[in-house]
């Protein structure tokens, strides 16, 4: 299993599933180029522009830790990330689960995304002028948890580590991507595991993603905010345990 974190963060974010799984699975946890300990000196603003520089990491890291296909876990964005390096390289894995996954961040016609071109606009704007400032308010929306107050604090303090100017371009790659189209062309069973309230990534856009990929399954764990792994831990789990069992 490879678990791949969201934007903001790094692998630390898996800690309280990772060990679960790690009884029964080799786990391969990574932080994205620009991301944690990663090095930064390997970060290349042109490959990096889009989701496509981070799927081809993905690909180059598991060949070289294994030859087994993998069931990639990928928080947020890097659901995309791993759809896109399953798409590059479908002999590597052998399943995704998507946590908190959005193809298209921005409403369009009958798909709603959660958010309009404006909005996504304006936050890109304000991440500009004022990257420290955005992060602390956005990072406890984005947590939600609102009886776990300490993981608001945990995600504001990971967003503030991340260099500005890396953060400022994954944002763009990020909430400006579109990988509608490329979703059906996803042959290995996928579980989406969807927040009942989350901000980021609304109930629409799950179930757009259950009709739209061929073999997949929706999972919807009652939990406000947009990692469940860290507030809702133990329903993520049993659900993934599951969705695991039957592959």
């Not at 620009?34 to 290349?44: E, F, Q, R, V």
């Not at 709603?112 to 420290?132: C, K, P």
């Not at 901000?199 to 947009?226: F, K, W």
Request: proline content about 6%.
């Amino acid at each position: 299993m490879v678990f791949v974190h969201g934007f903001g963060c790094d692998q630390n974010m898996w800690r309280l599933m990772a060990p679960h799984f790690a009884e029964t699975h080799t786990c391969i946890l990574l932080d994205l180029v620009g991301s944690g300990k990663s090095d930064l000196s390997a970060y290349d603003p042109g490959k990096y522009a889009t989701l496509h520089g981070y799927a081809s990491d993905l690909c180059e890291v598991l060949a070289a830790v294994t030859a087994a296909p993998a069931i990639c876990v990928g928080h947020s964005v890097s659901a995309m990330i791993g759809l896109l390096a399953n798409l590059r390289s479908p002999d590597q894995f052998l399943a995704q689960v998507m946590v908190g996954p959005s193809p298209c961040y921005i409403n369009d016609g009958d798909y709603v995304g959660g958010f309009t071109r404006a909005d996504i606009d304006s936050l890109l704007q304000t991440m500009e002028a004022n990257y420290l400032g955005w992060s602390s308010n956005m990072a406890p929306a984005i947590m939600g948890a609102p009886g776990q107050p300490e993981l608001g604090v945990e995600l504001t303090n990971s967003f503030c580590r991340t260099d500005p100017e890396i953060a400022r371009q994954f944002a763009r790659a990020t909430f400006l991507s579109d990988f509608r189209a490329e979703l059906p062309r996803l042959q290995a069973p996928t579980l989406v595991l969807q927040c009942s309230d989350d901000i980021i990534a609304p109930r629409s856009v799950g179930e757009y993603m259950r009709r739209t990929i061929p073999n997949c399954t929706l999972r919807v764990i009652e939990n406000v905010g947009h990692c469940p792994h860290l507030s809702a831990p133990s329903a993520s789990t049993a659900a993934m345990e599951q969705f695991i069992a039957g592959l």
